[in-house]
């Protein structure tokens, strides 16, 4: 439905992350830019986290990039609107190769799959080149963050289902550490984002289409499409995925 609301009407952030742990990332972030230093944001979306991370770090720059033309633009209002346009800058482009090289900080939440192949093909996601690339990327003493999708817990076949179909897509928690390590980074913290911030973010899926409902009635020749839409999302978490797949939040240093 193109005139559903867009999904930041209804989340902060494009991942499960309460204000509480996004505040703490913001902190530790900012305080490893220095004046003219650098912080990336791969795969940024409407760019709220960075927005954050750029306000409590005055002298830096801030550069988001994200293949989503509408999500750049969505983030460069929200920079003018909070007086930042001047030191922040956002690419639209794959988030792989576009973007400075040789920075303070960088954050890549949910945008593993940048480095590894396209999402449809149902691959394992692709942890090990994206911290590899990420190394790359920052000088050494870098602070990174780095979350993604994990299982919390071994995957049954209700919670594959809507996803790729397959147990092997994500790891669980300590692989994911030991992947870390052995790219090249000395881990400081690790998060795992709780059942409350997953709900949240899931219903955040959803919101938009009460929301239309409401605007639109139950008459409206659209109404079944966006009803089963929601619908198709309950039952992939609530009856599916909801407790398994997990995300991680990973504090590094690039040593």
Known sequence: MKDLPPLSDDLDFLSPLSAERAERLVSWLAAALSEGGTVVDVGCGWAELLLQVSAAAPLAHAVGVDVDAERIEEAQQRAAARGLESRTTFLTGDGAATGPTGVEALIAIGSSQV???????????????????????????????????????????????????????????????????????????????????????????????????????????????????AARQHAAYLGGYRGTLGMAYLQLLAV
């Open 115 to 229: 480095w590894g192949p396209d999402v449809h093909e149902n691959q394992p996601l692709a942890y090990g080149a994206a911290l590899a690339a990420i190394r790359s990327r920052v000088v050494r003493g870098a602070r990174v963050v780095y979350g993604d999708a994990i299982w919390s817990r071994s995957p049954t076949p209700e919670a594959t289902a809507p996803l790729s179909g397959r147990d092997d897509e994500f790891v669980l928690l300590p692989e994911l550490v030991d992947l870390a390590i052995g790219h090249g980074f000395a881990v400081v913290a690790v998060h795992e984002a709780s059942q409350d911030e997953w709900d949240a973010f899931e219903s955040g899926f959803t919101a938009g289409c009460a929301t239309w409902l409401v605007d639109h009635g139950p008459d409206h020749p659209d109404a079944t499409a966006v009803r089963d839409r």
